[in-house]
Nanobody
Framework: QVQLVESGGGLVQAGGSLRLSCAAS????????MGWFRQAPGKEREFVAA????????YYADFVKGRFAVSRDLTKNTVYLQMNSLSPEDTAVYYC????????????????WGQGTQVTVSS
């Protein structure tokens, strides 16, 4: 049974930073990618960033380039999303997902999801 547990969300002022964590358990994902997505109220789930487990290659949505950074700790089976220069537009529930079977940016292509962590950015 695969489990993904996100943590690190919270309330932060505009311009602030947060680091999200996603701890995976239940199996290894050496050949998979871990994706980060977000969903704001009334909006569709959208791609934020992704990282390949085996070589650390990263991918980012255009709107987070230069502000967010995704990394992984293989020894802890954990992926991180460092978010800097946050704005109210970044307010959403953030999800991690793993074991994709389509494009890394396609939320319908991942088999396992975490429960989500709320990020709220005040102006």
């Amino acid at each position: 049974q695969v489990q993904l547990v996100e943590s690190g969300g919270g309330l932060v002022q505009a311009g602030g930073s947060l680091r999200l964590s996603c701890a995976a358990s239940g199996r290894t994902f050496s050949s998979s990618d871990m994706g980060w997505f977000r969903q704001a109220p009334g909006k569709e789930r959208e791609f934020v960033a992704a990282i390949r487990w085996h070589d650390g290659t990263t991918y980012y949505a255009d709107f987070v380039k230069g502000r967010f950074a995704v990394s992984r700790d293989l020894t802890k089976n954990t992926v991180y999303l460092q978010m800097n220069s946050l704005s109210p537009e970044d307010t959403a529930v953030y999800y991690c997902a793993v074991d994709r079977h389509s494009a890394y940016y396609d939320p319908t292509g991942y088999n396992y999801w975490g429960q989500g962590t709320q990020v709220t950015v005040s102006s």
